[in-house]
């Protein structure tokens, strides 16, 4: 049986490539408007074709947060970077047709289904589950799937997790139908609880990531910072000091800055002959230029704002404001962070 978080790969990529599709059919049906009208239009699927644009975002987001690991991410993100349409739908046809990475990279059960995860207190099946609900397109069709796909044990076992979820408080309610659930109601303690869980991978992640994908909730956006900043700063905002976690996670972008080219102050470290240090490559097209134009302001930005908290008596600062700081810096960082130019 496919684990929850393996059906949600194939489930992200099923739908990015129907979406692709989708953005073909807006292309041909464009073509023909245009040919009914005397018009002849020879080029191929681009930033003018509805709905192109936000695939390639939804792809983005995808790759970085399911694919990283699979060895055509790095292809998937020079196609999205140039924005080749035939490139990205072929990567990831292929990537969905590649049994052995989901064979390979599949979480697997745990064998002792009583160990409990130390921040979680779910048993580590249930505490797997439980995210794969969250952050299922449907979950209704995730578990349809999974008990298609089920042997008698792994049937039962499943049946004991939904359970358990349900009587945690987690789930609010499912309805059955022909002995699999037609409907499930998850409650908000589930969301609050997978955006807690990825906080503590943040805490403790080693790795290099780039920006992470957010959960949203309405108008509540959880968001994941690069682990730099937060082991930098994170005893400042244990201890509610906002206005130092913000000067020191401004104070972090710009010693990255002047360890990549020698310069602290954004204008002089964004010269062109930095752009190999800090980009890996200089800009080949003007979009380009432009991407690497916005990093630079965003970095003068980030300037600006620490060099008004360094001359300034420190004072309280406003919570949700600081966060939004934190974040804004987080985002430089990453930008400056990678060798291959991606968006």
């Excluded at 936000?54 to 983005?60: A, E, L, M, N």
């Excluded at 505490?127 to 299922?136: C, F, G, I, R």
């Excluded at 979950?139 to 042997?151: D, G, H, I, Y």
């Excluded at 906080?199 to 992470?212: G, N, Y």
């Amino acid at each position: 049986m496919d684990t929850a978080q393996t059906l949600i790969k194939r489930e992200k990529l099923a739908a990015l490539i129907a979406a692709g599709n989708e953005v073909q059919q807006n292309h041909r049906d464009a073509v023909q408007r245009m040919s009914s009208s005397g018009i002849a239009y020879l080029g191929g699927v681009n930033e003018g074709t509805e709905g192109f644009d936000k695939w390639i975002g939804d792809v983005k987001i995808a790759s970085t947060r399911y694919f990283s690991d699979h060895p055509l991410s790095e292809d998937l993100s020079i196609a999205l970077f140039h924005k080749r349409y035939k490139e990205v739908m072929g990567l990831l046809e292929s990537m969905g047709n590649d049994e052995e990475y989901f064979c390979a990279t599949a979480p697997k059960a745990s064998a002792r289904p009583g160990i409990q995860l130390p921040a979680s207190g779910l048993p580590e099946n249930s505490h797997e589950l439980l995210l794969a609900l969250v952050e299922s397109d449907s979950p209704v069709n995730m578990l349809s799937e999974m008990f298609k796909q089920a042997s008698p044990r792994e049937d039962d076992e499943l049946r004991g997790v939904l359970r358990e979820l349900e009587e945690e408080g987690f789930i609010e309610k499912i309805q059955w139908a022909d002995n699999v659930p037609f409907l499930v109601t998850l409650n908000n303690k589930a969301r609050t609880y997978a955006s807690n869980s990825k906080l503590e991978e943040a805490d403790t992640a080693s790795s290099h990531i780039k920006v992470a994908p957010a959960v949203i909730d309405n108008n509540r956006i959880t968001i994941d910072i690069r682990p730099e900043i937060y082991e930098h700063i994170k005893s400042y905002l244990r201890n509610e000091d906002y206005f130092h976690a913000v000067e020191e996670a401004f104070k972090l972008v710009r010693e990255l800055l002047c360890e990549l080219t020698g310069f602290e102050q954004a204008h002089k470290a964004f010269a062109e002959e930095n752009y190999q240090k800090i980009f890996g490559h200089s800009p080949s097209t003007d979009q380009e230029k432009n991407f690497f134009e916005g990093v630079k302001f965003l970095n003068m930005a980030i300037q600006n704002f620490r060099n008004e908290k360094a001359h300034t008596p420190a004072s309280p600062l406003d919570r949700n404001l600081a966060l939004h700081y934190v974040i804004l810096a987080s985002l430089a960082y990453d930008l400056i962070s990678r060798s291959d130019g991606g968006e």
